[in-house]
């Protein structure tokens, strides 16, 4: 069954066609909460994380990805600490240029320089994550330009 023809089986309300991602621990209980209820109130009930149940094999995320039309990464300054959020990413890439999804970057307290160049803290991190593995660290750095290249949102103030 074709995508599109899948949509019109399942409830829309039901179907997650939002996937986010995001670093967990610095953001979901600020920025991803408003964002959150945000796509709500307009009736897009976005896919995140937290509702798998503790235990669930990790590839269920890598499948809610594909599932989905549009991903959006929130990009922030500990982001690069996160081997998850990385492998996400370049998932959505992957996904992204085989056309099947459509991705808005958000950069949150981060500059999109600093994450295309990989510099400052946020470069630190990243290096110290990938260590030796090269395959690993070309996919991700591959990953994070990819996304720098699209049209994003920068915050960069409290709200």
Partial sequence: MSKAAST?????TLQHKVFINFRGEELRG???SYLINALKAEGIYPYID??????EDL?????RIKESSIAIAVISS????SQWCLNELAEIKECVAEGK???LPVFYK??????RRQTSTFGENLNRLVGTDDNKGTKWRTALTYVTKKKGVSVHQKR
Avoid: A, Q, R
């Fill in 30 to 32: 600020n920025f991803i």
């Fill in 110 to 115: 981060v500059s999109v320089d600093t994450v």
């Fill in 50 to 55: 937290n509702e798998e149940p503790l235990g």
């Fill in 59 to 63: 590839s269920v995320f890598f499948k």
């Fill in 101 to 103: 999804l459509v991705v």
């Fill in 8 to 12: 019109n089986v399942v409830h829309p």
């Fill in 78 to 81: 500990l982001y690069s600490n």
